[in-house]
């Protein structure tokens, strides 16, 4: 690998592909050298100056093709595109970045059988504020029994897919981990029609979806008489891409591993990649 960091994007039209440009040309040593659209984008076949990008080459519609020449990937698409990319990636020895969210079990088992064979950064959430609300989350949830009622209330853009978002999610699982229990076998996410008083040691979830807001979480700890909340706002999309960036130069060259981004930003002492 050259000391210029090469960074291939899937996805470059995309709310993220786009801020990802602008992370990519305000990082030192890196350069993005292949893009790729959807096969039905109006951007396909375009020259990845007309992005306003200083740089050679198409937006391709293959994954094969963008990753030429890259020493990582960064993907934030769609989760029915992950499998091609996975494979593509796989078939290059390239490493990844993967920012999508809303995975089955299925594809999240393709992520992991990935895994062994090239470097995998995987986070529903790249940004530090949020990757160090995790552990508080945990923190806090390992001090506060369960006479403290735990909610996750999210919010996003009207035009989010996944509900709830998968970092809301990964703030459930961290509470659960915290009181060491499975988020499935403690989570609430429907309590429409409900007639039951709330379960003792359950973890809820509410959703909001609306306007254009970036990403707002918080984790209400409830208890009688105090409520401790913990927050996290994004208000630009850039602290996501920056993250993004950050886990590229972090992973080109590691040993395959499913990693996270507490393994990029230290907040961890063993990395799952090994």
Known sequence: MSSELRIAVFGITGRMGRALITAIDETPNAVLCGASVSPKSKWAGRKLSALGIAADGEISTDAASALLGADVAIDFTLPQA???????????????????????????????????????????????????????????????????????FEAHHRNKKDAPSGTALALGAAAAAGRRVSLGQVAEHDRHAASATRRRGAIGFSVFRGGDVVGDHTVSFAGIGERIELTHRASDRQAFARGAVQASHWLAGRAPGLYSMQDVLGLRERSQGG
Request: proline share 3%; net charge negative; with cysteine.
């Open 82 to 152: 992950t499998s091609n990319n996975l494979s593509a990636c796989v078939a290059a020895n390239c490493p990844i970045v993967i920012g999508t969210t809303g995975h089955d079990g299925v594809q999240r088992a393709e992520i992991a059988a990935a895994a062994t064979r090239i470097g995998i950064v995987a986070a529903p959430n790249m940004s530090l504020g949020v990757n160090l609300l995790l552990c508080l989350v945990e923190l806090a949830a390992q001090k506060l029994d369960e006479g403290y009622d735990i909610e996750v």
